[in-house]
């Protein structure tokens, strides 16, 4: 799934679509709840290696909200790694531009947008 093909479907899937907040990083895109604002998903270009790549150039990868346990998981495989610029624990990147469609990326897609959903508050009846 390219980043072209991940806004795509965040806009089918969601209705939201793609901002570039930073002038100077225009490769850069967050894609954010309407009401509470938070951040379910944010596309980056970054520097091979400061993912632990040995490789040049820039990569392709998307950062989204995860379960901590499923991040530890996660890293263990090809294509995950530590969050960017995000706090590690409750974060992953995923490599884009891989040939599987999208299929590893989507279901964590739909993970990090319901951990980041706006709270619904629900009062509970008391039990005598």
Aim: charged letters at 25%; a neutral charge; hydrophobic letters at 40%.
């Amino acid at each position: 799934m390219t980043r072209e093909e991940l806004a795509e479907y965040i806009e089918n899937q969601y209705g939201v679509q793609a901002e570039h907040p930073w002038a100077d990083a225009p490769g850069y895109a967050v894609f954010r709840h309407g009401g509470n604002r938070k951040w379910f998903a944010v596309i980056m270009n970054v520097p091979a290696d400061r993912l632990g790549l040995k490789a040049d150039g820039e990569i392709d990868i998307v950062n989204l909200k995860c379960d901590p346990l499923l991040v530890d998981l996660l890293k263990r495989g090809d294509g995950f790694f530590a969050a960017y610029h995000m706090n590690k624990e409750h974060w992953i990147s995923a490599a884009l531009g891989g040939n599987d469609g999208g299929e590893k990326i989507k279901p964590l897609l739909d993970a990090s947008f319901l951990l980041t959903a706006p709270k619904t508050k629900n009062k509970k009846s008391r039990l005598k």
